[in-house]
């Protein structure tokens, strides 16, 4: 299961971030010299989003589009990607977010089960996002969640 680090500043959106690790299984490996595609990317940064339109505004929001995404080393099975997001700007109703993910530990060509932690990570992919949250859904706070196991208050007499 991913890992997953959200922080906040108190001085708003301006610092949110999010991050996650993930390793690469074998099946995901699509192409020829067992090259992972940039989509598995995509959908980290598609994770990454929603997280952070959760945390500013209690909703996963619409992701709208990506833009400059470059794809700048390859990813291959047994490779460990940590991919992170920023909260870049605010608007009412959209968020802009910068992506990155980089390589951290490498698979090695010696065996299927070799790899190597990496002194630098390598930058395998960035990209900016740009998701909608609509007005109507939007939450603002963590008081109008209710766990799981909770259930909605009923008043005296019934619903009205």
Request: glycine content about 8%.
């Given at each position: ?12 959106d301006?610092?949110?971030t ?8 074998q099946?995901?490996?699509?192409y ?5 595609d940039?989509?598995r ?15 500013t505004?209690?909703?996963?929001g619409?992701l ?22 920023r ?34 990570p ?6 900016n996002?740009v998701t ?14 209710r766990?799981?196991g909770?259930?909605?208050?009923v ?6």
């Amino acid at each position: 299961m991913p890992m997953t680090i959200a922080e906040g500043s108190a001085d708003g959106d301006a610092h949110v971030t999010a991050r996650l690790r993930v390793r690469i299984g074998q099946e995901e490996a699509h192409y020829a010299g067992e090259l992972v595609d940039g989509a598995r990317l995509l959908r980290l940064f598609g994770d990454l989003v929603t997280e952070i339109t959760i945390r500013t505004d209690g909703d996963e929001g619409l992701l709208s589009a990506y833009s400059d995404v470059r794809f700048t080393a390859p990813v291959r099975p047994g490779d460990y990607i940590e991919a992170t997001a920023r909260l870049t700007r605010s608007t009412r109703l959209r968020r802009f977010v910068a992506l990155e993910a980089r390589k951290v530990i490498a698979s090695h060509d010696t065996s299927t089960s070799a790899a190597q932690v990496l002194a630098e990570p390598v930058v395998v992919c960035t990209a900016n996002a740009v998701t909608v949250v609509p007005k109507p859904k939007r939450t603002g706070s963590s008081d109008s969640v209710r766990s799981p196991g909770e259930k909605e208050a009923v008043p005296m007499g019934g619903r009205q």
